[in-house]
């Protein structure tokens, strides 16, 4: 059985972190690209950071230089670091695995980061 148990989100002040985790299990973790979504309500879910098989990563303009995505292959996991959260980060982030070889893509459940005063 596939499953992906993410963690680590909650109500943060601005220039505040929080660091994301997401475990997968049924999958043979390491030959997945893994990503981090977001989406706010009332819009799309966008990808926020990638991390490859072999490591590279790849941000999106509006994260870049503030979160930083890991993996750990022997512990089925990835993270998101965020750091000097905004306003404009509030979202429900899922955890996204994707094979290029045969195209099987799962998702997280979700966890809710607020950035508030």
């Known amino acids: 059985q596939v499953q992906f148990v993410e963690s680590g989100g909650g109500l943060v002040q601005p220039g505040g972190s929080l660091r994301l985790s997401c475990v997968a299990s049924?999958?043979?973790?390491?030959?997945?690209?893994m990503r981090w979504y977001r989406q706010a309500p009332g819009k799309q879910r966008d990808s926020v950071a990638t991390?490859?098989?072999?490591?590279?990563?790849n941000y999106a303009d509006s994260v870049k230089g503030r979160f930083t995505i890991s993996r750990d292959n022997a512990k089925n996991t990835v993270y998101l670091q965020m750091n000097s959260l905004k306003a404009e980060d509030t979202a429900v982030y899922y955890c996204?695995?994707?094979?290029?070889?045969?195209?099987?893509?799962?998702w997280g459940q979700g966890t809710q980061v607020t950035v508030s005063s």
């Open positions: 996204n695995a994707a094979n290029l070889a045969n195209y099987r893509n799962y």
């Open positions: 991390v490859t098989n072999g490591g590279s990563t």
């Open positions: 049924g999958i043979t973790f390491s030959s997945y690209v």
